[in-house]
Nanobody, 123 residues
């Protein structure tokens, strides 16, 4: 069974940068999609960015131009580069994966999830 582990979260000041990593183990799919999601208490989980095995990407409007999703196939890692962060980016960030080329931002498209990493942006 595929396992996902996020890392790289922490505290950063508004306008700063942070890079999150999602390491995938027991990964056997030839086609796949990986998404980054975020959630704050009391709100629904929000899709942030996604990438598939062809490097096709999609972004939420709220992060487009500031965040970049990319992958290192040799390391089975997907990264989320977060630039020009804002206090409203504060959330628990999760990566999710599933088989098939479908870089969607809908959480119900993914069956495998990591435990999350907290990102806190101070004003």
């Amino acid at each position: 069974q595929v396992q996902l582990a996020e890392s790289g979260g922490g505290s950063v000041q508004s306008g700063g940068s942070l890079t999150l990593s999602c390491t995938m183990s027991r990964f056997i799919w030839s086609t796949y999609s990986v998404g980054w999601f975020r959630q704050v208490p009391g709100k629904e989980r929000e899709g942030v960015a996604a990438i598939d095995s062809t490097d096709l990407t999609t972004y939420a409007a709220s992060v487009k131009g500031r965040f970049t999703i990319y992958q290192d196939n040799a390391k089975n890692r997907v990264y989320l580069q977060m630039n020009a962060v804002k206090p409203e980016d504060t959330a628990m960030y999760y990566c999710a994966a599933d088989e098939g080329d479908m870089p969607a931002l809908a959480s119900n498209q993914y069956g495998y999830w990591g435990q999350g990493t907290q990102v806190t942006v101070s004003p």
